[in-house]
């Protein structure tokens, strides 16, 4: 029993050690070394691509068919690899990212697993895998038609190459796959289908559905991380043909621009498509009428459309006969980029009046922030429980009652995850980072900007993520289930908050609070700007943020990104000093007041009720001069003295001790550990305040204390730390002098009486 105790108190301590990072107090202020790549001649020190950046560049031509009877999707792909790494190339490495949905998959192997009450489908999965999701390789052959050697691992295929592929080199191949398309609300996944009982018919969102390259850098050379479905996708630009077959009454909507319009449209819809093009709000291209009459037809002929797509990272798709389809120009740095939306009629009337007009707010306010949008298309797919970016498309939920009415939950779910999806095209698809490696660099950055773009929507917009006060509940969460910023992708605590709402926040805090917004805008879209259509890395990031401002910011990175600490300052002490003027009639008359107004001594004054005669009272030999003795009382010698020492004052002196300043000594206690600014506001008497920032450099002296003076012309009511609630601060009750309650409301608990669940547009049509 003891050695089990012990072991368990083991294991605890050790999880202790391996998910918190304390920063040690002396080094706060470090500059970051080791935790930094060196710089070189692909990454300079200043966080721009450098005079030797390369990165590679892989070409798809694809005619994919999907068999909505088998719900399965086929493929051809003829891929043309750019090898512009300096280095030769032995082998190449593909993802075949659908194999995580195959039976044998790490990715249900490595899912810890329980027994419990009540087991859904998806949780019997990771039990007994019984989908069979993965690719079915057919032929894996090169240019001449000559099969290759290859070898899967899991997700990920290597191709042995007779020939070495040479710096600068080309070289083409083709494969030849089928999988089995995933019941998306059943099993999960980023892609799959969603079915509709009513009507019985599908809605495909399609993606990481063919054999894609592996992207081979400067930083990492092949990029070894399996697909286990947490960790998103890193991948290389390129050019895009891809010619997909659906049932001939099936609407698709895809990364890229349709090349075949008028093989797969009707008259009407071309007319409506044209007429879009230069339409500033959202046109109905094909509508729900139309949509209700093609999910009846289940025609069985096909019909094929092409589409192109130039400069991208990805390619997806999704495709039904349910879909209704509007679009809209937008105006973007000289250019109209078409706004576009796929729902079915599922999806309204939210849809419809909102969908597009938040794809085309997206691009209007990420470009101002980060680089214009530069792909010809902006889509927003509607498929239930989903929010999932690729280039130029994305499949999002948000689907009002069978009713029409929607809670208001509802409505800014949607359009925040239509905001967050498209604003993906930006973080990574274009600014490209490393997804598998690191979820805040798209994630966080793009939950940023998803926060500017929901206040530019409605200045009353209820944010989730990015005002600190909001953050505050994870930060002082338990430190043994909590990861730094900077972790891996799979091994992230606490995923939403960690990876998402944190660095928004920080980022959020060093626009608002730390840089300033002239500062910070300038920096932030310089990174946007060196590194869009690159592959950046942690270190391009904080580099460049740091080199475009002329901030340093090491210290902020440190506690933000590498750290777990938090963010409480107690305003321990608060002191007021005055001058001393040494003038007798102000000085004896303060220090008589100071002593009046300290109460009686307790025994003195039951001595006194109980009429007690002391020796004073009945021995008049023992009265002399200090009987009578007063000394706070003002003598002719008293105010010479105090001539004399003014005459040896100068006049700078003399104004400064009879200047009646307030001087408030003010000590602050780091008790979270996370440096931060201060920020202190005053109060006065007549309701006016004066506010100071201290930048954080005020702990550079690695203390968890620091004390500072601020003069003042006035006596001050009140003092407050942080009050407008910019620094996160997790514990407001040690933030104010005098001590201030914060009032906390409490209800009786009633069994028995909740009410069946009404969204307010229910309610009021009840009222
Ligand atoms: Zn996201």
């Known amino acids: 029993m003891k050695i089990r105790i012990l072991l368990l108190s083991a294991v605890l301590l050790s999880t202790v050690l391996a998910h918190s990072q304390i920063t040690k107090w002396e080094d706060k202020f470090k500059q970051l070394g080791p935790e930094l790549a060196t710089p070189n001649e692909q990454r300079t020190a200043s966080g721009a691509p450098g005079h030797a950046y390369w990165q590679q560049q892989a070409d798809y031509n694809m005619k994919i068919r999907l068999d909505d009877n088998l719900q399965r999707v086929s493929g051809e792909e003829i891929i043309t690899y750019h090898n512009n790494s300096p280095d030769v190339l032995y082998y190449l490495w593909l993802q075949l990212d659908q194999n995580n949905m195959a039976k044998n998959s790490d990715a249900y192997a490595i899912e810890q697993s329980k027994i419990g009450d009540r087991m859904s489908l998806n949780d019997i999965v990771d039990l007994e895998p019984w989908f069979d999701g993965g690719f079915k390789l057919e032929e894996v052959k090169d240019a001449s038609g000559k099969d290759l050697k290859y070898t899967v691992n899991q997700t990920m295929m290597r191709i042995d190459l ?96 349709l090349q075949n319009p008028k093989d797969v449209l009707t008259a009407d819809q071309m007319k409506r498509f044209e007429k879009a093009k230069s339409s500033n709000e959202p046109v109905i291209i094909c509508t729900q009428d139309e949509a209700i009459n ?47 939306s796929f729902y079915p009629k599922e999806g309204n009337p939210l849809w419809e009046q909102y969908s597009t007009r938040a794809v085309a707010h997206t691009l209007r306010v990420y470009s101002k922030h980060t680089v214009d949008y530069p792909y010809p298309v902006a889509i927003s797919v509607h498929s239930k429980w989903i929010g999932m970016e690729y280039p130029m498309i994305c499949f999002n939920g948000g689907r009002p009652e069978a009713d029409g009415t929607y809670s208001e939950n509802t409505k800014v779910g949607m359009i ?18 490393d997804e598998r490696q690191w979820t805040w ?70 626009r608002e609070t730390i840089m300033g917004r002239e500062l910070f805008d300038y920096a932030f879209k310089e990174y946007a700007r060196r590194w869009a259509f690159k592959h950046p890395t942690p270190e391009d990031f904080y580099r460049t943020m740091e080199d475009a401002s002329g901030v340093d910011l090491d210290w902020f990175w440190r506690g933000w990104f590498y750290g777990t600490e938090h963010c409480d300052m107690n305003l321990k002490e608060v002191k007021l000093y005055k001058w001393n003027t040494r003038n007798p009639e102000v000085e004896n008359a303060f220090k008589k ?42 003598t002719m010698l008293d105010v010479k003295d105090y001539e004399e020492y003014v005459k040896r004052l100068t006049e700078d002196e003399k104004k400064m001790i009879n200047s009646d300043r307030y001087y408030y000594q003010v000590t602050v206690e780091n008790v979270g550990g996370l440096i931060m600014p201060l920020i202190f506001e005053f109060e006065f008497a007549d309701g006016t305040r004066r506010r100071f920032k201290i930048p954080a450099e005020i702990w550079k002296m690695s203390e968890p204390s620091v004390t500072k003076v601020f003069a003042l012309d006035r006596e001050a009511t009140s003092i407050a730390l942080d009050p407008q609630l910019e620094t996160a601060d997790v514990e407001l009750n040690n933030n104010f002098w005098p001590a201030r309650i914060i009032p906390t409301k409490f209800e009786l608990f009633k069994q028995g009486q909740q009410r069946p669940e009404e969204n307010p547009m229910q309610r009021a049509k009840r009222n």
């Open 441 to 510: 660099m798209d994630e966080g950055l793009n939950t940023f900007v998803q926060y500017l773009a929901e206040k530019e929507f409605d200045p009353n917009y209820p944010t989730r993520r990015g005002p600190a006060r909001n953050i505050v509940d994870y930060m002082k969460g338990d430190k043994t289930k909590m990861s730094p910023i900077m972790t891996n992708s799979e091994s992230i605590y606490q995923f939403g908050n960690n990876a998402y709402g944190k660095p928004a926040t920080a980022l959020n805090i060093l």
């Open 162 to 257: 007779e020939t070495p592929l040479k710096a600068g080199a080309v070289y083409t191949f083709k494969i030849k796959w089928w999988y089995n398309i995933n019941d998306r609300i059943r099993l999960g996944g980023r892609s799959g289908y969603e079915y509709f009982e009513e009507d019985k018919n599908y809605l495909y969102t399609i993606a990481q559905f063919y054999p894609r390259m592996v992207v081979y850098t400067d930083y990492a050379g092949w990029q070894h991380k399996q697909f286990l479905g947490g960790g998103e996708f890193t991948l290389d630009f390129g050019n895009y043909t891809v010619a997909i077959t659906v049932p001939s009454d099936h609407i698709i909507g895809s990364t890229g621009v």
């Open 294 to 340: 093609r999910e009846k037809t289940k025609s069985t002929s096909e019909k094929t459309w092409i589409f192109k797509a130039e400069n991208v990272r990805d390619f997806a798709f999704a495709t039904s006969r349910k879909f209704i389809w509007d679009a809209q120009a937008v105006d973007v740095g000289g250019k109209k980029p078409l706004a576009m």
């Open 416 to 433: 925040s995850v239509i905001i967050h999806e498209v604003g993906h095209n930006f973080f990574p698809m274009i600014i490209n980072s």
């Open 593 to 634: 007041e100071l002593k009046d107004a300290q109460p009686a001594d307790i025994s003195l004054q039951r001595d006194r009720a109980e009429g007690m005669v002391t020796q004073m009272d009945v021995d008049k030999d023992i009265v002399d001069f200090y009987t009578t003795y007063d000394p706070f009382k003002v």
